[in-house]
């Protein structure tokens, strides 16, 4: 089939990357003439693990082409996917939806036999209701079914994901328009659920999702804070409760709060929609108040931590929101970061990834380090803040060797509790007595 997709961000560039590989001709559409400069001349710009080989092979191969003009993209394709931006509003916390709509007004235009017009990007309930009749109003003629087929790519695993999801959501009441699905994603059919919803059921699939998990996160670290004053162990505790199916062990790792260009996001707009509708979602509605208080309370014990002296130098390990990727966007790290800075205190940062991104937002007002040991150099305090798989296997003599103070907070529970106070370290995590 030829695809188009409109957006080449961290949902459409791996999307276009994993259709091109299911043996579809692929153009990526986007407005920043530099993305596309650089995604035409084989450069890519973004990181996902295992992205770029898969890019280059279909890149190569010319199944995979990219372009400025909206008319190249569409013209003749069978689907096309709307894969932008839905930033929050800066006040109402709603999505903002200028960038959705402004493609469905570009693309309707060139529509070109029947089309399928898919939402990718998260979008409120009733927003495919409006693409439909933008569309229509555009070109009255186009023989077009929007539907909603939402993405539940995760950041860092977007290739995996792609190849693996737990469910396909196909939004629409059209016969038609579920035929093209399925033949699109007839490769999955035999390993993956196909779930063939109404528009607004899908629309709303996506945010209840989210929302969800980030709820399960904020019952999580909750259950820690109540461990902490209990005597009890929240590692224990998520085990215990994750061996039950009907929970499961996924997102139960208790952490600093979260964060992500996506939950932050989601549940405020999913909040926002609730009140709309006159549903107030209250669980949701506490989630976010809690977690955002949970980043704050963080940042105030790490510099408990290191009250007594003003000037101690505090390493930070961590800035991305989560590890397996570049990206800070509403990192809790970067948030307590900023707290500490918000204190004066001296800190010295390393991330295996998003030091580029960081140092955009942070500047000269903290200090960069080459590795986790060289952050550490004369510090009072190491604070894991991300939860990279490399940081668990650091080579705690050498560290020894460079910290002033030997102190740890482990704010991902990364670490092996007996064997870093075996090292003689003074450690100290999240969800118990310590
Ligand atoms: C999320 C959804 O998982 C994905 O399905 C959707 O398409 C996009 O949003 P992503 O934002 O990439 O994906 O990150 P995710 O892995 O879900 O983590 C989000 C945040 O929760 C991170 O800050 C992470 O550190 C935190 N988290 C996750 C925890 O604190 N504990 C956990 O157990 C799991």
Redesign the pocket.
């Known amino acids: 089939m030829k695809i188009a997709i409109i957006g080449t961000g961290y949902v459409g560039l791996p999307t276009g990357v994993g259709l091109a590989e299911l043996g579809n001709q692929v153009v990526c559409v986007d407005k920043i003439a530099a993305k596309i400069e650089a995604l035409t001349q084989g450069k890519v710009t973004l990181y996902e693990e295992g992205l770029e080989e898969l890019y280059l092979k279909h890149l190569k191969s010319g199944a995979l082409r990219f372009t400025l003009d909206m008319r190249e993209a569409v013209d003749g394709a069978d689907v096309v996917m709307i894969a932008v931006g839905t930033p929050p509003h800066p006040v109402t916390k709603e999505a903002d939806l200028q960038y959705i709509y402004a493609a469905a007004e570009e693309l309707a235009a060139y529509l070109d036999g029947y089309t399928v017009v898919a939402t990718k990007s998260t979008v409120p309930v009733g927003t495919g209701d409006e693409i439909e009749a933008i569309i229509k109003k555009v070109n009255p003629a186009a023989d077009v079914d929007v539907i909603s087929l939402p993405?539940?790519?995760?950041?860092?695993f977007a290739v995996h994901d792609f190849f693996h999801p737990d469910r396909i959501v196909i939004g629409t009441d059209s016969q038609r328009a579920r035929e093209v699905m399925r033949r699109l994603y007839a490769p999955f059919a035999d390993k993956t659920e196909m779930l063939e919803v109404s528009r607004r059921s899908s629309e709303t699939i996506k945010y209840a999702?989210?929302a969800f998990?980030a709820m399960k996160?904020h019952y999580?670290n909750e259950m820690a804070d109540f461990c902490e004053k209990a005597g009890a162990d929240i590692n224990e505790v998520a085990k215990g409760m994750g061996t039950d199916s009907r929970i499961g062990r996924?997102?139960?790792?208790p952490?600093p709060g979260?964060?992500?260009?996506?939950?932050p996001k989601d549940t405020n707009a999913m909040a926002q929609m609730g009140r709309k509708f006159g549903a107030m979602l209250n669980l949701i509605e506490t989630t976010i108040a809690k977690n955002d208080e949970r980043k704050l309370e963080m940042a105030k014990r790490v510099a408990a931590a290191v009250k007594h002296n003003p000037e101690a130098k505090i390493a930070v390990w961590g800035l991305a929101?989560?590890g397996g990727t570049d990206d800070c966007r509403e990192s809790?790290a970067m948030q307590i970061l900023e707290k500490l800075l918000h204190y004066n205190r001296n800190v010295t940062v390393y991330d295996p990834q998003a030091m580029e991104n960081a140092r955009a937002v942070l500047g000269d007002r903290v200090s960069y380090a080459a590795d986790p040991y060289e952050a550490c150099a004369g510090a009072d305090i190491a604070v894991i803040l991300t939860?990279w798989e490399n940081f668990k296997h650091l080579d705690l003599e050498k560290l020894k060797a460079k910290m002033l103070q030997m102190q740890i907070m482990d704010l991902r529970n990364l670490l092996n509790k007996e064997e870093v106070c075996r090292q003689g370290f003074c450690y100290s995590c999240i969800g118990m007595k310590n």
């Open positions: 993405e539940f790519l995760r950041e860092g999702s989210n998990l996160i999580i996924k997102f139960l790792n952490g979260y964060g992500g260009s996506c939950f929101f989560k809790p939860e």
